[in-house]
């Protein structure tokens, strides 16, 4: 099967076959072959309209998603179509070489675009599992539940938080929640306004909170800036926390020895 | 697709958000959006009753880019807003309310856009996308 | 108001709320539990709110209002078994439903009201 331009499309694809696109592995002999047809005929249909058609862009971000989830760079991707740029003027006589060459840039460019945005896209999923990894409700105890924060909380996170946290709170009848910031880097206004928030839905539940992790840092961020804190138990260690979550529910922990000897 | 619901009674209201929640149901909202839409509604619905005595709302789907949505439009022909500023603030009330319902519902849609004309009416435009 | 029951059980009120409630049928609601707070002569009331879809601001003026006025009476109200999400749409709001301590669920409300444990602390300025 023969393309239009076969005698400039031939060197072309041995040309692309000494990329890194084949040399490791991205793809195969044939799928090149494929790949660059799609393409080749893509920019014939570009030099008579003028533009990048759209099943051209089709290709280009077949190329793009490619390159980018086999690991190649941007401009390892991007190779794919700028190869083309000694073979183009052979491709079309007669058209000037200015107008495909700048559509070659165009089509380069799109690449370079699609790539970019589907990293972006990476990147967020990846952002979002992090955030569901980084906070675990636990069942500390009959009727006690903690949450270890880590990270910063925006108000996206807080609401994930609060909708995982109150549904347990349902699920398990869980009295108290122990919520330990000590992996939280940096507590502002903002920060406090959200532990605030959640505060309030879990009473509205029926429940309590108990921040613990409260540094002298923090203790002392929160006063400077007037920030009131007061409406919620706070304690420094989360140790303090549990056992204060305990004599709530009117539960001691005792030594094995005083039980026995009881 | 756009769907309308008069509101004239007291008993509109309650149909209102009962559209709201069916609409959002069926465009796959989660259970949270589904109670911020239909609260916003309702906010919003009542709104009209108190202070217009009549008016309808009406609401559609709505795409952008690559978002989809479901947007409602509020409107009445009653005596409008003179201080949309004041109105928005929280705690603000001439209806005897809590005077939270206009700041109340923004804080629970996306989008919240209000055109007011004293003695012509009140135009409330809200939108939550979707995921 | 069909959907709604109020019953008395030893010396606590037990009203359950359901579904969705129009804003006359709330204000009669209020009325009809003052009425049954003074004829029963209880110590104590439980909203149950489990299956209540939603709490505007309209909803949260009413049961915060009834709450007090149940003080003033001279008993106690618990609003037990509220949804998380409309837990959330009222904080989200910046509703804050006054006066009014809340229990996880009925048997909770029970408990605290029988005087087992304490109640979560109630809501807001006169809590």
């Known amino acids: ?49 003028g533009c990048l058609p759209e099943v051209l862009q089709k290709t280009l971000q077949e190329i793009s998603v490619m390159g980018s989830r086999n690991h190649l760079t941007p401009t390892e991707t991007a190779q794919f179509v700028f190869s083309m740029r000694p073979y183009v003027k052979d491709m079309v006589r007669g058209q000037g070489d200015n107008l495909l060459m700048t559509l070659l840039d165009e089509a380069g460019v799109y690449v370079f675009e699609v790539y970019l945005k589907s990293r972006e896209e990476v990147i967020l999923n990846q952002r979002q599992d992090l955030l ?22 925006d108000s996206k996170r807080t609401q994930q938080i609060m909708e995982k946290l109150l549904n347990m709170i349902v699920d398990t009848s869980a009295r108290v929640t122990i919520l330990d910031i000590t992996g939280v880097p940096t507590v502002d206004t903002m920060v406090a306004n959200h532990i605030l928030k959640t505060a309030a839905a879990v009473r ?42 305990l004599d709530m529910l009117d539960k001691e922990i005792v030594l094995k020895s005083h039980s026995t000897a009881g | 697709m756009t769907n309308r619901v008069d509101i004239q009674r007291e008993p509109d209201v309650v149909l209102a958000r009962q559209a709201a929640r069916r609409a959002a149901i069926e465009m796959g909202y989660s259970l949270v959006d589904q109670t911020r839409i239909t609260t916003a509604v309702s906010e919003l619905a009542r709104n009209i009753f108190l202070y217009a005595g009549r008016g309808w709302m009406e609401y559609r789907h709505v795409a952008r880019s690559d978002r989809k949505g479901l947007e409602f439009l509020f409107q009445d022909e009653g005596p409008g807003i003179a201080d949309i500023d004041l109105a928005m603030t929280v705690g603000y009330t001439s209806g005897g309310g809590l005077g939270m319902g206009l700041s109340g519902s923004q804080r629970l849609m996306n989008e919240f856009e209000i055109q007011s004309r004293l003695g012509e009416g009140t135009t409330i435009r809200i939108v939550k996308w979707l995921g | 108001m069909e959907k709604t029951s109020i019953v008395k059980i030893q010396n606590v009120l037990i009203v359950t709320l359901q579904g969705d409630i129009d804003d006359h049928s709330a204000q009669e609601l209020q009325q009809e539990i003052l009425q049954s707070v003074i004829h029963h002569q209880v110590s104590g009331v439980v909203i149950e709110v489990s299956q209540l879809e939603l709490v505007d601001s309209y909803m949260g003026r009413i049961l915060s209002d009834t709450a007090r006025m149940i003080r003033l009476m001279g008993a106690e109200t618990l609003l037990a078994g509220l949804r998380p999400m409309v837990a959330i749409t009222i904080v989200e709001m910046g509703l804050s439903i006054e006066g009014v301590k809340t229990a996880l669920n009925l048997e909770d409300a029970l408990e605290v009201l029988k005087g087992g444990r304490a109640a979560a602390p109630s809501l807001g300025r006169d809590g």
């Not at chain 1, 195969?28 to 047809?37: A, D, Q, V, Y």
């Open chain 1, 204 to 245: 509205l539940l029926g429940g309590s909170l108990i921040i613990t992790g409260i540094s002298p840092a923090i203790a002392q961020t929160m006063v400077y800036m007037g920030v009131d804190l007061s409406s919620v138990i706070t304690r420094s260690i989360m140790q303090d926390g549990i056992a204060l979550a």
């Open chain 1, 132 to 153: 569901e990894l980084s906070t675990p409700v636990i069942r500390l105890w009959d009727g006690i539940l903690a949450v270890p924060l880590i990270g910063t909380m």
């Open chain 1, 1 to 49: 099967m023969s393309v239009k331009g076969q005698e400039a499309f031939t060197p072309w694809l041995s040309t692309v076959q000494k990329t890194p696109w084949v040399t490791r592995g991205v793809v195969s002999i044939e799928e090149t072959e494929r790949l660059g047809r799609a393409l080749w005929e893509g920019m014939f249909l570009a030099a008579s309209t």
